[in-house]
């Protein structure tokens, strides 16, 4: 998962420019992400300002300056560059006035573009970071970086492991290495498989529920074990039904973010062993899965205290609706829309 935070800047003085780089890199820092900023500097003798540019997945801003060295217009190379950075932020700069800026701008008919003067350009990189930011920064999201940052760690450990028995055993078999990895598992399994046990002889339902060790998979299977003992007293059947999906439409995705590295392809965000790639319509349509599946459990649990009512158990429906509201509020996350664009200005 990128935790980086990347800048494309150009400019032809590199010495003068640099408080302003220091300044949007420390912003960078302090909002908790690994700041990356590619300057290039255009002088006289630079044939090429646009050569070998980076894919626009991989730029979160540009800045350019307007008046660059030699013939290179700042103004021109935005319009150029636009071409292909078509959905990126893009700050236009220069110690002209803004009105200027914004005139050369319209001019080349370039949409989408926050001119600033120099001496407020750190200032505006600013608010733009913290605009693009301000979603990710909340927990909802903060959970989804740090699930996919866990998993590539997980997968580099893995490597390590790997790598460590070439080097401790380089040409050998890792037939002993894998038996003793074995043993640990196995062990750790029997000691845990021990545990569930006991929770199970002394009746402990709350915490067999929450056992970790009950994983998705067996929690939905138990479920839908459950409810169907009810498949007579439910009107709508595909409440039922709809949990038959749960695996592939849920748990499935949840697994793939939780333990497959993201990697471009192509110039597209995909999940290692996926053809799918993680654009807009991909993501939509997970939310509107999220929704559908938060739908259908609201409907068994409004059903489930219907009847929890009409068995005159009025304690255990104010259990139900505190759930009602816990799936409401997952719901809401699923929902969340994408972050606000934000308006160019001065």
């Known amino acids: 998962m990128k935790l980086s935070y990347r800048v494309l800047w150009f400019d032809d003085q590199e010495q003068a420019i640099k408080p302003s780089v220091e300044r949007v890199h420390g912003m960078i820092a302090r909002l908790g992400f690994e700041p990356s900023v590619e300057m290039r500097i255009i002088t006289a003798d630079v044939a090429e300002p646009l050569k070998d540019l980076p894919s626009q997945a991989e730029v979160d801003l540009v800045l350019m300056d307007w008046k660059l060295g030699g013939q ?122 021990d545990e569930i046990d006991a929770l199970g002889k002394k009746a402990k339902l709350p915490k067999l529920l929450r056992e970790p060790s009950f994983g998705s998979a067996l929690r939905l299977q138990v479920l839908q074990e459950e409810v169907a003992k009810l498949a007579d007293r439910v009107a709508e059947p595909h409440l039922i039904e709809q949990l038959g999906k749960y695996h592939e439409e849920v748990i499935t995705p949840r697994n793939d973010f939780a333990h497959r590295k993201a990697e471009l392809k192509d110039g597209k965000l995909h999940l290692e062993g996926r053809d799918q790639p993680l654009d807009h319509d991909a993501m939509k349509a997970l939310r509107l899965r999220l929704l559908a599946h938060s739908d259908n459990l609201l409907g068994l649990l409004t059903l489930l205290r219907e009847l929890a009512g009409a068995a005159g158990e009025p304690k255990l429906a104010e259990k139900i609706a505190a759930v009602e509201a816990v799936v409401v509020e997952a719901a809401d996350a699923a929902a969340e829309a994408s972050p606000p664009d934000v308006d160019p200005a001065d």
């Open 72 to 193: 290179h217009d700042g103004a021109e190379l935005a319009r150029k560059l636009r071409l292909t950075f078509k959905d990126t932020d893009f700050i236009f700069y220069s110690s002209e006035p803004a009105n200027t800026l914004r005139k050369l701008i319209f001019d080349k008919d370039i949409d989408g573009v926050f001119c600033v003067t120099r001496q407020h350009l750190s200032d505006r990189a600013n608010s733009i970071i913290q605009g693009q930011l301000r979603r990710i920064l909340d927990l909802n999201h903060m959970r989804g970086i740090v699930m996919a940052a866990t998993s590539d760690l997980d997968q580099g450990m893995v490597a390590c492991l790997e790598v460590l028995q070439d080097i401790l055993h380089p040409g050998e078999s890792m037939g002993a290495f894998a038996e003793s990895v074995s043993t640990k598992v196995a062990g750790a399994l029997r000691k845990k498989a």
